[in-house]
């Protein structure tokens, strides 16, 4: 299989009994590799689990009236917004990825996120003034979530939650659930090639095999991997300012990396990373690694803007291919 920044996935040879499924969801295209004897046996479990998807979807995208997070967008101040299991779930995830980055990965990023795009998405310089009245309403630290009664209430005023950094990588590993319920282990889940997650290898194999390109020059091959029950995400620059970095002391576009990759044990977890990694230093990334030893990071650093690399670089243990 392929993943690169260009959101594209091909097969990297056969596997005997591997049955491919594709389902539209979350502005993405999720394709299946699932290892099973019985073809229809194998496209009902694949179906259950794109399903679960799209309930998924209704709970936790911003877009969609009425969903949870949507609710939570506009609750008044200090309005406890009763939220479901998952968008729960998702919500204690992303504050924690935003606690062990330091702030690089948030999910509260809306209100500063605005103030570098006009409303046709063009860019625009901010003023001073603006940018500190988006930094008021940003930060997870705004959100108070209450684990008995699976609630979360805001702080502060027009606190804008958007989990799309997370949330595919959140669907994929409820979606592996279903999937085990199905009795089907062996099988790698993509999610637009942006987050790719590893169940169990196919027989006889050491793990799903998965090559990851250059951004810039895409017939470069960087880094080849042999993955199981693990989960991998890429990001990258789409347009100066597509990344901002919320930290204070720090706001502003993210220059310095044209594209990250991350590892780590479950979906949720590797998106909210490769994000967290396009923001961080190099310095911090290998802190971070250092810190957290099952998890790691790839990084092509350089400028996005002029197209050049300075450096290509990883931490932490990439399960590479022999």
């Known amino acids: 299989m392929d993943i690169n920044t260009q959101e594209t996935i091909q097969p990297g040879g056969q596997i005997p009994n591997a049955r491919i499924f594709s389902h539209e969801a979350m502005a993405s295209v999720f394709q299946f590799f699932l290892v099973h004897e019985d073809a229809d046996y194998a496209r009902h479990a694949a179906l259950a689990s794109f399903t679960e998807i799209d309930r998924l979807e209704h ?4 877009f969609i009236e009425n969903s949870d997070i949507a609710r939570l967008n506009h609750a008044p101040v200090g309005w406890p917004v009763p939220l479901g299991l998952d968008s729960y779930a998702c919500l204690q995830q992303a504050r924690q990825a935003w606690e062990d ?3 690089a990965f948030d999910v509260t990023i809306g209100s500063l996120y605005r103030c570098w795009h006009g409303d046709d998405r063009t860019p625009r310089t901010p003023t001073a003034a603006e940018i500190t009245f988006a930094m008021e309403r940003t930060g997870m630290q705004r959100l108070h979530l209450d684990s008995k009664l699976y609630e979360i209430a805001s702080d502060t005023p027009g606190v804008q939650v958007d989990l799309g950094g997370i949330g595919k ?9 279903v999937l085990r319920e199905w009795n089907i282990h062996a099988g790698l ?13 196919p027989p006889g194999k050491k793990g799903w095999p998965l090559v990851f390109y250059h951004p810039l020059q895409i017939d470069q091959v960087l880094l080849r991997l042999d ?3 693990r989960s991998v995400s890429g990001s990258g620059q789409k347009s100066f300012r ?3 970095d919320s930290r204070p002391g720090r706001v ?4 310095g990396k044209i594209a990250t990759w991350s590892l780590a044990a479950a979906g949720a977890r590797s998106d909210a990373l490769s994000t967290a990694f396009l923001v961080l230093d190099p310095v911090d990334m290998e802190a971070f690694c250092i810190k957290y030893p099952q998890e790691a990071a790839f990084a092509v650093l350089g400028d996005y803007e002029q197209r ?3 450096k290509i670089a990883s931490w932490g243990p990439w399960p590479k291919a022999e």
């Open 59 to 62: 709970e936790l995208s911003r």
């Open 101 to 103: 980055t330091g702030g």
């Open 169 to 177: 990588g959140y669907a994929l590993d409820c979606a592996a659930g």
């Open 189 to 201: 889940l993509n999610a637009g090639s942006s987050t790719i997650l590893a169940m169990d290898p």
């Open 227 to 229: 993955l199981a029950n």
């Open 242 to 244: 597509h990344i901002l």
């Open 252 to 255: 502003g576009p993210v220059t």
């Open 308 to 310: 050049t690399v300075s």
